[in-house]
């Protein structure tokens, strides 16, 4: 679990309050428990439980958490019955009262009322409220935004933007990427620009990271996604929100790697490859080129194919088709 501190990339509401909460949920709200002295500071995942802060649950199999300084919020009676919360309030439209809630909260880029300020250096736009390790270069036609931390050598080449990221020591980025950009993140029965989901996380990328050119990483949504150590991400390849990827990555081009999907250490990608979101990929994998991943994979496979299946099943099928 890596902490961060939101407000430095996200300016939040100081007009925010429990109050505040409270009337924005007023027209969904089906009933509530509310400790009044609590206050509303951050947002919280299952993943990291802040204090002073927002909880949304929709998944019925959450962990049993309990921590009286949350507000728990959800539109499934059974879980405000049965969860360890003290404040708590049960709604309905949740991804409607959930937009709702993070855009008063936060102000972020999808937003009308954000903002930042830059400096221009050597042809690029620079933050001021960001932070660059002296050793590292940034290249020409550049945008770094607010929160941004890059750490020692670095090379940040020609028209890269970064933004909501932490970058560590001795990370080469290629031409025309994208770090830290925002999430796909919508409602299929609300769809349109005016109500996208809010990202308000980060991407962090660890030590001796090298990413081609053309590459996009999207941002966490409420947490992270995280590129590890020594990983090597070829040119037109898509890393989106929450993702984590294990140190000693190798993916090669054009491939993509859908949401809160979870990739172990060592494991090699080959080009075209797709990975869908939410499953979790073990250490030591191999992946073949053009290759669609529909399911988790264990430890040390090797697989191929649509969907992808272990690599000598997957050579037996080919044999039989052409026998055909």
């Known amino acids: 679990m890596v902490n961060f501190d939101r407000s430095n990339f996200y300016p939040k509401n100081i007009n925010f309050s429990l109050q505040s909460l409270l009337k924005i949920i007023e027209p969904y709200l089906i009933k509530k428990s509310i400790n009044n002295k609590i206050k509303v500071l951050d947002l919280s995942s299952l993943n990291n439980i802040r204090d002073n802060s927002i909880i949304f649950i929709k998944?019925?199999?959450?962990?049993?958490?309990?921590?009286?300084?949350?507000?728990m919020i959800t539109d499934k009676n059974d879980i405000y019955d049965q969860n360890k919360f003290?404040?708590?309030?049960?709604?309905?439209?949740?991804?409607?009262?959930?937009?709702?809630?993070?855009?008063?909260?936060?102000?972020?880029?999808?937003?009308?009322k954000y903002s930042d300020k830059f400096l221009s250096i050597?042809?690029?736009?620079?933050?001021?409220?960001?932070?660059?390790?002296?050793?590292?270069?940034?290249?020409?036609?550049?945008?770094?935004?607010?929160?941004?931390?890059?750490?020692?050598?670095?090379?940040?080449?020609?028209?890269?933007?970064?933004?909501?990221?932490?970058?560590?020591?001795?990370?080469?980025?290629?031409?025309?990427?994208?770090?830290?950009?925002?999430?796909?993140?919508f409602d299929p029965k609300k769809m349109g620009s005016k109500n996208l989901t809010p990202q308000l996380g980060v991407v962090i990328i660890q030590d001796n990271v090298h990413i081609g050119s053309s590459c996009t990483i999207d941002r966490g949504k409420i947490d992270y996604t995280i590129i590890g150590e020594n990983s090597m991400i070829d040119n037109l390849v898509h890393i989106a929100h929450n993702v984590i990827l294990g140190k000693n990555a190798c993916i090669a081009a054009q491939s993509g790697i859908a949401g809160s999907t979870t990739i172990g250490e060592n494991v090699i990608?080959?080009?075209?490859?797709?990975?869908?979101?939410?499953?979790?990929?073990?250490?030591?994998?191999?992946?073949?080129?053009?290759?669609?991943v529909t399911k988790s994979i264990s430890d040390n496979s090797i697989v191929a194919g649509m969907p992808a299946s272990d690599i000598k099943e997957w050579k037996k099928n080919i044999i039989k088709l052409k026998n055909l």
């Open 86 to 112: 003290s404040s708590k309030i049960l709604i309905n439209k949740y991804e409607e009262i959930y937009n709702k809630i993070l855009n008063s909260m936060y102000f972020h880029e999808d937003n009308l």
């Open 59 to 71: 998944d019925k199999s959450f962990p049993k958490i309990s921590n009286n300084s949350v507000i």
């Open 269 to 292: 990608v080959g080009g075209q490859v797709g990975v869908s979101g939410h499953i979790k990929i073990g250490n030591n994998v191999v992946i073949a080129g053009k290759s669609g």
């Open 122 to 185: 050597n042809h690029s736009y620079i933050s001021i409220h960001s932070q660059i390790e002296k050793s590292s270069v940034i290249g020409k036609n550049c945008i770094i935004g607010r929160g941004v931390k890059i750490g020692k050598n670095c090379i940040i080449k020609n028209n890269v933007v970064i933004k909501n990221s932490l970058l560590s020591d001795n990370i080469v980025i290629g031409d025309n990427s994208v770090i830290g950009s925002t999430g796909f993140g």
